[in-house]
Every structure is written in C-alpha cells, then in structure tokens.
C-alpha cells in the first residue's frame, strides 16, 4: 500500500449532512489542526452544508471551503460515485437536483422501514429522523436505532441480520446512470471525477472500460491518491489520466473522527507529474475574483 502523507487540500469528506458524524464547525476546526486549508465538502448527493457553512458564516479565517458533492449512480448495473466539485450549489438547477436525488433517497428509507416492520421490529421512524438531522434518514440511522432501542446487539450484527447485502432490509437504490451524473455536475459548473475506483474490484480492463465510458460521457477527472489503493494501480489510473485528458484528484474519504487509519487530510501523495483537480478550482475561482 502506498504510505499516506499530510496535505493542506482535502477533496473527499464528509459531515452530518451526509453519512459523517461531524458538525461543520468541529469539521473545520480539524481540518486546520490537521493543516488543511483548501476543503471540498462531498456530502452524498447533496451540497446542503456548504451553503449552510456560508449561510451562518462558519468558515473560518484563512480557510478556503469548495462547493462539491459526491453523486451516487449506476454504470454497468454497478453502483459507483462521482465527485463534482466546483459547482454551483446555489442555483435552481443544482437544487432540483438535489431535490430529485433526496426523493429516492426517501423512498429507499420508508421501503426499509416497512420490510422491517414486516418483519417484527419495532421502528420509531422520528427518532431516526432525529438522528440523522439536518442529513436525511438512511440505513446508518435505522442501525443505531435498532442498537439503542436492544433490538440489536451491536452495529455489526444489525448489518449481519438486517440491513446487510442479502438481508430483509437491502433495499437497492434507484439511482441514474453515471452520464445522467455526469451531466447534471457539468450543467451546474462543476468538474466530475471518479471516486476512489480502487474500491469497486474492477479488471484493469473493466477500468480502462469505466474510464472510456466515463469521458466519453463528459467527466473530466478521476481520483488517484486514495487511502488503501495499490500502488500499481495508482500508477495505472495517472497512466490512464494522461491518455484520456483527465485531471487527477485525491482525498482521505473522511467520515469520522474515530477511525484509526482514515485521518482528515491524509491520503497517499498526488503524482508530480499530472494535470490536477486543484489547479482546475485555482483557476476557476481566480476568473471569478473569489
């Protein structure tokens, strides 16, 4: 594996407005402790906490925050993400978006929670609403629910029994193709990228197949520096990067404070010798006198 290194860019991470435990201000108190000072919050299909972070000005001084989001789709019947930054999370068409992403997030939510109703639990659906405040309700919430409530034992068993690949409660989203991804991230000015592709055991030519597929569709970016990805592979996807025209990009994929080995702002190092995503935003928000 290649060794993670400190950065001051962080291009993959997450807050309560998605699947993180973190509030934005203990967010971005981290990610200056840790020496990051350029940050691109990728929420799950939603850019919610970048704007609240400007709303209630809980951007700190010095701090560079990035308007992104990381969008779930299907390629190959193969659920995959695709990270947008630089887009335009105030405008009508981003939050129609948004809007439409929420919609079969809620559906999977009231779906799960019928089957498991179904099957004897006992759901209080407030609750988990609470829990998941001011992100929407998923499968995380219900298992926290089930753990509190002594339904469950533990987290993992919840999974195991429950919500798990195969269990009552796996209930696939109805998510668009990669290209409906990819186009809603460029109509809104943002640059898409291919999140941690490591993470999807794919063939090097099943990849090199993503990949024509991905840029043919209009993406212009794929991560490189990911926690856990085999070197040789690294070096294959900037091999690809090169070929294709695309930039290169890198985060930690950050969720939680917790977690031993997945620390905010530390991830392996970006190649010296390829276009890169941060150049891509410099730019970008230099034209716009930001």
Same mark, same amino acid.
């Given at each position: 594996m290649i060794v993670n290194c400190t950065h001051d860019w962080e291009l993959h991470c997450h807050s309560q407005y998605s699947d993180g435990s973190m509030g934005l201000k203990a967010l971005f108190e981290l990610a200056q402790s840790n020496g990051v000072s350029h940050l691109a919050l990728?929420?799950?299909?939603?850019?919610? %906490?970048?704007? *609240?972070?400007?709303?209630e000005a809980q951007v700190p001084e010095g701090f560079t925050l990035y308007p992104a989001t990381e969008l779930s789709c299907v390629w190959n019947k193969r659920t995959l993400h695709v990270v947008g930054l630089g887009i335009d999370a105030y405008s009508s068409e981003w939050l129609a978006v948004e809007q439409a992403y929420n919609h079969r997030r809620e559906k999977r939510f009231q779906r799960i929670v019928y089957?498991?109703?179904r099957a004897g639990l006992k759901i209080d659906e407030q609750t988990i609403r609470e829990y998941a405040k001011p %992100?929407?309700? *998923?499968?995380?919430?219900i298992a926290k629910h089930l753990v509190e409530t002594g339904q469950a034992k533990n987290l993992g068993s919840v999974y195991k029994r429950w919500l798990g690949q195969g269990q009552i409660g796996d209930v696939k989203s109805q998510w668009p193709e990669m290209a409906e991804a990819i186009d809603a991230i460029n109509r809104c000015g943002g640059i898409a990228v291919i999140a941690h592709p490591h993470r999807y055991k794919l063939t090097?030519?099943?990849?090199r197949e993503l990949i024509a597929d991905f840029t043919a569709a209009g993406g212009k970016g794929i991560e490189v520096a990911c926690i856990g990805i085999?070197?040789?592979?690294?070096?294959f996807l900037v091999e690809q990067a090169q070929q294709n025209d695309l930039y290169v990009s890198g985060g930690?994929?950050?969720?939680?404070?917790?977690?031993?080995w997945l620390k905010l702002g530390k991830y392996p190092m970006w190649p010296n010798h390829a276009a890169t995503v941060k150049d891509w935003l410099l730019r970008k928000y230099a034209a716009v006198g930001r």
């Open positions: 990728t929420d799950h299909d939603t850019a919610a %906490g970048y704007r *609240a972070a400007l709303d089957l498991l109703q %992100g929407p309700p *998923a499968r995380p919430h090097w030519t099943k990849a085999h070197p040789e592979f690294s070096k930690s994929d950050f969720h939680h404070p917790d977690s031993a």
